[in-house]
């Protein structure tokens, strides 16, 4: 046996935990009965833990040294040891101590993070978030002595292997710098049309399943190799094989479950398109999560809220729900789907107004983790930067600084690859749409073999082999940057063709 | 901390990981799409060779010993080190090389008996099915060896703690003297009778599923610690806190998923009634595969296909399916829920005729273990069997010795705990209704509160504190016999009150 070999069997093990804890992760969102969350705990917590010292295994070490003297390997292989040794160094630079009072300190910040955001009471969450960030900036200090990364850089490391906030800043700069102007010239010009009447419901739950599921293989998801189920949070999970992705209905309203739909089916495409013969080895997972975000916002904000989707899909809506009139139509829908507000909540933001939420919390969290703000200060600053970015102001904190999960759970670093992503989308889709004249066609038919087939070949079988800034490279001739997004919002929100 | 603490810290571990193997099995059975069978395999190899080996950790066998010694220990504990003894001299007298053959020998048997009982081809399945009986007798031995058992009771020993074959001998043989001549006459009895109606579909899924569920909560099953769903083989699993339940659906024949389901729902009962501060623990955990097919039996025969039963039930299910008429009054439900027939598969049997497929098979498992039967025999010996026992012969090996997985899965010793268990459960529920005179009353008006507080009591919440005699003895006064099981049978389907 070869060092390689055995790192490569060593890591097959971690998979085979990996997709049980996957698994289970999932059914604790979808499928468990109340009564057995503390058992569940358990369950997650010993299978953590047996994962954690897998992954932080004395013998990885060695072999990892050993396979970068090794010239027989090939190109994945050589990509699969250095995938390796980015996870082993991460895992290794924390002291067990440290992790384990981070676990104890999110707990226990979630919690009262749920009390305080239903009773908009940040000063009863202060205490609890001072001790998580405390932490995050500790571990991320740990990571960033052994990585040569800043404490900031060494969090987004994790999520983001290889993004830098000095990059991040040169492009949501140039980003802000274009939204609240573009922002009010788009509000302006839709309040100018007339209004648009909404479907109305009831929307019964089985015929939106119905027609999710049909869109779902509209676009090319394998229900052989994965599940659509129900759960509070929509999330895509599962295991290699297996993904399975979730979403919530609302009688009332169908269009939300539908892009919701869509929007994590764009994550499984990805999950179910990752190299084959590398599924359970770290070369072949996802490359980020700016990728894996671009993903979903390709399928749900790139492909399926053109017009060119829209006018595929109405009618079968229509069928869907036996609707009739005018709100059926497909230039009504489409109104309905590429509808701007200036709003406080992240989740519910249109895709003209997203980037402004999430260059506000990542301005803030950076300035938290450098310790150049206080904590106690956050609400204030939280106002600041909306009046600033999106020109409203949140009544409450509830509304604001409250809202999101990320940072009471120790997701500092997170905020930004949603953004990234969404430019990362239009960069590919755009890319897509030169590299094949047929994929808005193919959209316009329900045909998705097209587009697929292109981010199967230039993303998906990728894996991990490629740095994420080599990848966009290879897959659009450039780097990522804030130009194409910004045309892509242009043209689908400006006062050109899709406004008449 | 003292050695029983370890031990008990050691077993919670144990069950934080066969919690989440049970919940993984669960999936595979009623959630997992068919193209993430091999990762599966995968994830539950893993798991189940790390469960192996923490159950046959080296330190296990000190602490056992010091606990052993502890008299500070109280009953409970005292009964935990005496389980855990049990299950460690067992897993420790099989040499790991015998266990990975067996385990390989029986992945392909049971492939080969696949295609085996399609193709009625016994022959073809001779070769795998000798080699998973060499194992099995090897490891019986070698079991038996450590606990002073015979080959066959050792194996018996897994399933059935305790459990001798000369016991149950007398115990068949008693009930083998007593079925032919019954069954003869209840035939006769039946066949006298004018005809009674089904019934008609179609019995729509959602409805069948809606009733199912009324009738689990009627019975007492606890949807905050347990699920119904659909799988092909149905089964009850799960975890602690975690009871899930499955079954089929027939949507020309509601009767046997709804009688499918109390069943099930019988084996949940005893699982989400045993004993709330041991529940992780070895003492804590089912007696007896007989003391569990009598909860399940106990439910099913002897509660729920009672005439008192079937008058509460008979009007709702008649709204359940909007049915109307002669068939659905509950004179000719019962008549349709108590029919007997001569058949030759164990699963469909009534429960008059089941013994004689368990008794069968016990005497031919026990034959082929000693070596005294020759297993190129077996179709030969079944058909002259179910001719003695039944009065039918099968056509063909599919209908006759093929049809169960048991034997291929390596499940030898296992059958008799079928037929202990009707025997228990009769003897169970007529102690019941002797202590509790409400049990029968409180059944015909759905509330089964008086029989579940006395299972709670005598059965459910003494996990494995006694052996199975001692918990039978308490329970109803003496130690099993066929005398209860008998008149029960009598009573239900002889001549008597029940047949007008």
Chains 1, 2 share one sequence.
Not at 177 to 202: H, I, K, N, S
Not at 260 to 277: F, N, S, W
Not at 346 to 355: K, Q, S
Request: hydrophobic share 40%; net charge negative.
């Amino acid at each position: 046996m070869s060092a390689y070999s055995d790192l490569s069997a060593h890591f097959d093990r971690v998979a085979a935990l990996s997709n049980a804890i996957g698994i289970l992760q999932w059914d604790s969102d979808a499928m468990m009965p109340k009564g057995a969350a503390d058992t569940r705990a358990e369950s997650m917590a010993f299978l953590r833990v047996t994962h954690h010292s897998m992954i932080t295994d004395a013998r990885i070490g060695d072999w990892i040294a050993a396979a970068e003297a090794d010239n027989t390997l090939d190109s994945w292989e050589r990509a699969n040891v250095r995938e390796i040794a980015r996870h082993f160094d991460v895992e290794t630079a924390l002291p067990a101590d440290l992790v384990e009072a981070s676990s104890k300190a999110v707990s226990k910040c979630e919690m009262a993070w749920r009390r305080a955001r239903e009773e908009s009471d940040f000063a009863g969450l202060l205490p609890y978030l001072s001790e998580v960030l405390r932490l995050q900036r500790e571990m991320g200090r740990a990571k960033g002595e052994k990585l040569g990364l800043s404490t900031y850089d060494a969090l987004l490391n994790d999520y983001e292997p290889g993004g830098r906030s000095e990059r991040i800043d040169a492009l949501f700069d140039d980003l802000a710098g274009f939204l609240p102007g573009f922002t009010a010239e788009v509000l302006e010009a839709q309040a100018r049309r007339p209004a648009v009447a909404a479907p109305e419901g009831p929307f019964p739950v089985e015929a939106q399943r119905a027609l999710g599921v049909e869109m779902m293989k509209v676009v090319g998801f394998d229900f052989e190799r994965g599940r659509l189920d129900v759960s509070t949070h929509p999330f895509c999970g599962g295991a290699d094989h297996d993904v399975r992705i979730t979403t919530r209905y609302d009688e009332a309203d169908f269009t939300k479950a539908l892009m919701g739909v869509l929007h994590e089916t764009g994550h499984a495409l990805y999950e179910q398109g990752r190299p084959k013969d590398y599924i359970a080895q770290p070369v072949g997972q996802a490359r980020s999560m700016s990728v894996h975000e671009s993903q979903s916002l390709l399928m749900e904000m790139q492909a399926c809220r053109s017009r060119e989707f829209i006018a595929f899909a109405a009618p079968r809506m229509r069928h869907a729900f036996g609707g009739a009139g005018a709100a059926w139509e497909a230039d009504a829908l489409e109104r309905l789907y590429t509808k701007v507000e200036r709003g406080f909540i992240r989740v519910d933001a249109d895709e003209v107004t997203y980037p402004a939420h999430v260059i506000l919390r990542y301005r803030l969290e950076k300035a938290l983790i450098a310790d150049a703000m206080s904590l106690a200060d956050l609400p204030g600053a939280w106002a600041e930067g909306m009046k600033e970015l999106l020109g409203v102001v949140p009544p409450s904190d509830r509304l604001g600084c409250l809202q999101d999960i990320h940072w009471p759970s120790g997701g500092w670093g997170y905020f930004p690859t949603y953004t990234l992503g969404a430019m990362t989308a239009a960069q590919l889709f755009d890319a897509a749409t030169r590299a094949n004249g047929d994929v808005l066609p193919g959209i316009a038919r329900g045909d998705f073999r097209p587009l697929l087939s292109w981010l199967r070949a230039n993303v998906h079988s990728k894996g991990s082999l490629l740095e994420t800034d080599e990848l966009l490279t290879e897959a659009t001739g450039r780097p990522l940057d804030a130009e194409v997004f910004k045309a892509h919002l242009k043209r689908r929100y400006g006062t050109g063709a899709t406004l008449q």
